[in-house]
């Protein structure tokens, strides 16, 4: 543990600007989430065995990233996401292009029943009933659910509105820092 630094209040030298930055606690998770991270039930293992598959299916974009998974080939330690290069999230249109089936955010503008079809039909080997307490939860607790159900009945209000784009704006008082908007390369779309 070479980054501790040795004195009387015992502190990280190398992160956190030498106790300068102080994180706020985490919340407690919802019941049903902190079920599944700490029983020892076969619902909350096989969880625990797929959770980067369910956070997958449930996720409002999808993750565009070359992976290194190079330091998980050892075998010891939780596993670790390093990535080479760039991160980028890529959300495509609010509704699906005719035929195809939704996903992403667009599972959330469905009614749960044909959201969770839609989930179960990519998913097979994921357990239904830990998939729709989990969907029951975000729609429940996360706040962009909510605000894509509205946009898409903003949308069947107005059929024949034009096209239109998200942008994204930092509030006003937040630290630039946390809340960085993302950027896009000049010739790139």
């Known amino acids: ?3 501790k630094t040795l004195n ?3 502190h990280f030298g190398m992160c956190c600007k030498h106790g300068e930055v102080c ?3 985490l919340q407690h998770p ?7 991270f700490t029983s020892q039930d076969h619902q909350a293992k096989e969880f625990r065995e797929n959770i980067a598959q369910y956070n997958s299916a449930l996720a409002f974009t999808s993750v565009g990233v070359s992976v290194n998974d190079t330091v998980n080939r050892r075998g010891r330690g939780p596993p670790v996401f390093r990535i080479h290069g760039e991160l980028k999230h890529w959300s495509g249109s609010l509704l699906p292009r005719e035929g195809t089936a939704p996903a992403y955010a667009q599972l959330y503008i469905l009614d749960s029943h044909a959201a969770l079809h839609y989930c ?3 998913n097979e080997n994921l357990c239904r009933e830990t998939m729709e307490a989990l969907q029951t939860v975000l ?6 659910s ?4 509205h946009a898409y009945e903003i949308l069947r209000q107005h059929p024949d509105a034009p096209q239109l784009s998200i942008s994204l ?3 006003p008082g937040h630290d630039p820092r946390r809340y960085n908007l993302p950027t896009v390369r000049p010739g790139s779309k």
Do not use: C, D, K
């Open 169 to 171: 704006w930092v509030m």
């Open 1 to 3: 543990m070479g980054e």
């Open 139 to 144: 729609r429940a607790v996360n706040p962009y």
């Open 23 to 25: 994180l706020p606690l």
């Open 120 to 122: 179960m039909q990519r």
């Open 146 to 149: 909510s605000i894509y159900q």
């Open 8 to 10: 009387s209040t015992s």
């Open 30 to 36: 919802p019941n049903y989430l902190f079920h599944l």
